[in-house]
């Protein structure tokens, strides 16, 4: 059975004033998937989340969250269906946390018994409950902030920068908690520029570079897209770094000597040639460690490089089982 | 529950709590009682009843007031939501603009009719236990409270019209200043001066009293002395112009136009606001 998408924007494009923001973006989403949406500040994410929100409209193109335009004033169900925590959430500063909590889920027409139990699944101590929220840490409002997001169970969980200025052990919980939204068919957009904390969260990554898609896949696609060089450190006998070096001087794009130890560079297609080549060379060289590119080099690597990339090549189908759904023009 | 009485249900808690609903009841309510005690001097030389006296005092005072108040309430409605980020999470809620608009105004609206029943309520309740149970003038007080109450309307309206407008908290209480200061002081003051400078000579006194209608406190104070005129003499500018020259009904009609446009304007605008 063909799942229906939960989101679908179709060739969006922002302009403020004369400048366009956004590009010809699409994308679509459908349940269960956790879509981490990353790039530098003024890449576009957060217009992107804003116009998914219906809070700005799109200068061309068109948005639909569960079929309704979230901009129409009439799309309810659209309202109801989304969660969304922004970058710097704010909070209205007399009221307290509970009340804060009550107040929202009565907007979205959820029983309010249920405000107390999902202060506690975001962890929020309950002696908070009754304090204003005026007197709230970062981490406590970011906790606020998630439970009203999660109110009425979304179908889709829009996150600005949810874990901006969190500890580790606040930002695991989060994480937690979108792994389990996920697992609950429940659809995430993450908003983040650290690639290498939400890895194991994230069915697709889509890579903005100044209002345009210049990446999109899986992790394990974007690897294999960005061909970046893996490293290799190869540990040699002593007296024979030369005849080493001579050896695999066509497969390296750079070499390294310190000692014994000799780390190169070479091209992810190579790999298993050089690994055929070093293997030739018999005890010669005693250990060898192969470091692929890190999470961090692979996003730089879109996000700096400009939309010279593989994900440029337009999709004729935005939603191909590929995954590849976002396409950008020029 | 509906989005606008669940906005206008923490707008008033909100209002108790920042202490609005308070202040408000015991600025008027003190003035008006201060008011009623030191002039009730003159009721027995112009043989004028104690509540008409009031009115016309408490109609001086209004003019200055009610207006400061429902600007107070009103300048940073949006924009001060805007500036500290609770207005984009509010709209993603499944509630309009308009909603907003009209969840919030009518707060404001219950806020300032407290303040006037309260305190305008509460003073005539004194004025007539110090003249011995003597309430006539009430009609005239009880319209002079309704219309107090329509002014912090209109300026409530046009609060919300400034906050729509401007992006910033700042500069959106420059504005309401500068739109009090122009009704309120100014102008009077311009009309006075052209009508000075004129002599009467191309400007009628029939126009020169359309004019009126231009600004919604003289507008208040035409339909206040409109009531008690002929108990009492009045020195404002208002008593200067001929209030037989207007109807009850083209003033109230007036008074809906002056609400409405502001509030309309102001939505039209929200609606059309990118965040």
């Not at chain 1, 908070?128 to 998630?146: D, H």
């Not at chain 1, 993450?190 to 570079?209: M, W």
């Not at chain 2, 303040?115 to 005239?140: K, M």
Request: charged fraction near 15%.
């Amino acid at each position: 059975m063909v799942k229906s998408d939960l989101l679908s924007l179709s060739n969006i494009s922002k302009n403020y004033g004369p400048d366009r923001v956004l590009n010809r973006v699409n994308l679509s989403i459908q349940a269960g998937e956790c879509v981490v949406l990353a790039g530098h500040n003024g890449a576009g994410k957060t217009t992107l989340l804003k116009l998914i929100l219906g809070l700005i409209k799109p200068t061309e193109g068109s948005v639909s969250v569960l079929g309704q335009d979230p901009v129409n004033k009439k799309s309810v169900k659209a309202k109801r269906s989304l969660g969304y925590l922004p970058e710097r959430v704010s909070f209205y500063e007399s009221m307290t946390g509970l009340e804060t909590l009550k107040f929202y889920s009565k907007l979205k027409s959820e029983p309010v018994s249920q405000c107390a139990a999902l202060l506690e699944t975001v962890g929020l101590d309950s002696s908070a409950y009754s304090r204003s929220v005026s007197t709230y840490s970062k981490g406590m409002k970011q906790r606020l902030g998630l439970a009203q997001a999660l109110l009425g169970d979304p179908d889709l969980l829009l996150l600005d920068e949810p874990t901006s200025g969190l500890d580790p052990t606040l930002r695991r919980q989060f994480y937690d908690i979108i792994q389990q939204k996920c697992q609950a068919g429940k659809a995430v957009i993450v908003s983040s520029h650290s690639l290498v904390e939400i890895e194991a969260q994230a069915d697709r990554v889509i890579i903005l570079n100044k209002g345009s898609v210049v990446a999109s896949g899986s992790v394990q696609e974007l690897y294999q897209q960005s061909d970046l060089p893996l490293s290799i450190q190869l540990s040699i006998k002593s007296g024979h770094e030369q005849q080493v070096e001579d050896s695999i001087s066509t497969l390296a794009i750079s070499v390294q000597k310190q000692n014994s130890i000799l780390t190169l560079e070479c091209k992810p297609a190579d790999k298993m040639e050089f690994i055929k080549q070093i293997a030739d060379l018999g005890d010669i060289v005693k250990d060898i460690q192969i470091k692929p590119p890190r999470l961090d080099d692979v996003y730089l690597h879109y996000a700096l490089s400009g939309l010279s990339t593989p994900s440029e090549q337009p999709s004729s189908d935005a939603t191909s089982s590929d995954k590849t759904i976002a396409e950008t023009h020029s | 529950m509906n989005a606008v009485f669940i906005l206008m249900q923490k707008e008033l808690r909100d209002g108790l709590r920042n202490r609005w609903i308070i202040s408000s009841v015991l600025l008027l309510g003190g003035l008006a009682i201060l008011l009623s005690l030191v002039g009730s001097t003159p009721t027995g030389t112009v043989n004028a009843n104690m509540l008409d006296i009031s009115v016309v005092s408490l109609t001086s005072l209004s003019v200055y007031l009610i207006p400061l108040i429902a600007f107070m309430l009103s300048f940073d409605a949006l924009v001060g939501e805007s500036e500290s980020g609770t207005l984009l999470l509010l709209l993603t809620y499944p509630i309009t603009r308009a909603q907003v608009i009209f969840g919030k105004f009518s707060a404001h609206l219950a806020i300032l009719m407290l303040a006037i029943v309260i305190g305008y309520g509460g003073s005539a309740c004194i004025n007539i236990l110090l003249a011995d149970g003597n309430s006539s003038g009430g009609l005239n007080y009880l319209w002079m409270m309704l219309s107090s109450w329509m002014l912090g309307a209109i300026f409530l309206a046009l609060g919300y019209l400034i906050s729509t407008i401007v992006k910033q908290r700042s500069t959106a209480i420059s504005v309401a200043i500068g739109a009090w200061l122009v009704f309120v002081v100014l102008f009077d003051l311009a009309l006075l001066g052209v009508l000075i400078a004129d002599q009467e000579q191309s400007i009628s006194q029939s126009f020169f009293s359309k004019l009126m209608l231009l600004n919604p406190t003289d507008m208040y104070r035409i339909f206040n002395l409109t009531n008690i005129s002929g108990s009492i003499e009045s020195y404002s500018l208002a008593g200067s112009a001929d209030t037989q020259l207007f109807s009850l009904l083209e003033l109230c009609l007036t008074f809906i136009c002056w609400l409405a446009m502001p509030l309309i304007l102001a939505i039209r605008i929200f609606q059309r606001r990118e965040l």
